[in-house]
């Protein structure tokens, strides 16, 4: 099929909206521009990144889905943006921590039979390049993202940096230390480097996260500090977006991704398409 738009989600990893907004001159840059959209996001709980991955891809809750702890080690439980993709005929990429593949790919990871992904691996994610260091640069990942949009122009592809949450991680200060807004600034600028030559390609771009972090170096709980992160949406159409109701909720967020493509959301995936509105492109 001939899809509306091609689709960079990148999932920049534990950042707080707060932190989005003080410290990503770029992208808020673009909105100021009125070249982009900005909206806000609740995580939902636990605000845990296993289970949210999931959220975001397939729809689901995490308490009602199943996946409540980041040791929950299986495959998505219901349909994902990646199998929606597959079905219609497109090419499907990701470069992300193992725990992406595990759901929406292979699982167990095994990184001498899944770092590296190539179309007809049998998973719904045809390109791909997965890691298991949480230190692993930003750099390195956004190269390892720019080669699988090289070489398989995919029409949906995560790239998923891990900086932010690492350095939220080991700070003194979590969420409120300087280096955690130093990681933030990173992305800003490796974003500054790529997102116009991806809207050049015709691709719409929707920066995300799946949650914040705590003054206390941690997430999982209901604090906005955890819950609160930033939707950034670039590309055709995407300025004129209608947000009906803030902060949207984070289950809402497959269906959105599924509809920029052209796609009709899952039977499972929960649908906010009351609260999330943008003229559709026609392809």
Not at 60 to 81: C, E, H, I, L, W
Not at 83 to 110: N, S
Not at 172 to 185: H, N, S
Not at 248 to 256: D, G, I, N, S, T
Request: aromatic share 10%; with cysteine; hydrophobic share 40%.
């Amino acid at each position: 099929m001939a899809f509306s738009s091609k689709l960079i989600v990148v999932l920049v990893d534990g950042l707080k909206e707060s932190t989005a907004r003080k410290c990503c001159g770029f992208l808020m840059g673009l909105v100021e521009e009125k070249r982009g959209t900005l909206f806000s996001v609740v995580s939902e709980l636990p605000s845990l990144s296993r289970p949210l991955y999931e959220t975001l891809f397939t729809g689901r809750v995490p308490v009602t889905g199943g996946f409540v702890t980041n040791s929950s080690q299986r495959k998505a439980g219901a349909a994902s943006v990646f199998d929606l993709v597959k079905a219609a005929g497109g090419v499907t990429a990701l470069a992300g921590y193992g725990w992406m593949c595990e759901l929406f790919a292979h699982t167990p990871y095994c990184a001498a039979k899944h770092k590296h992904l190539a179309p007809g691996n049998g998973s719904a994610v045809d390109a791909g390049w997965f890691y298991t260091r949480d230190d692993l640069p930003d750099t390195e990942l956004f190269a390892e993202g720019d080669w699988l949009i090289a070489n398989y122009s995919p029409d949906f592809c995560v790239i998923h940096p891990m900086g932010v949450d690492e350095a939220g991680h080991v700070s003194d200060m979590g969420g409120a230390d300087a280096d955690y807004d130093r990681a933030a600034r990173n992305v800003d600028w490796l974003l500054a480097e790529r997102i116009p030559a991806w809207l050049a390609a015709g691709y719409r771009v929707i920066v995300t996260a799946d949650h914040g972090m705590g003054e206390d170096r941690s997430h999982g709980g209901t604090d906005a500090a955890e819950r609160r992160v930033p939707c950034f949406c670039f590309g055709e159409g995407m300025n004129g977006l209608a947000v009906t109701e803030e902060p949207v909720k984070q289950r809402y967020l497959a269906a959105f991704f599924a509809r920029t493509l052209g796609l009709t959301p899952a039977l499972t995936m929960a649908d906010g398409a009351e609260h999330i509105k943008f003229a559709p492109v026609c392809g």
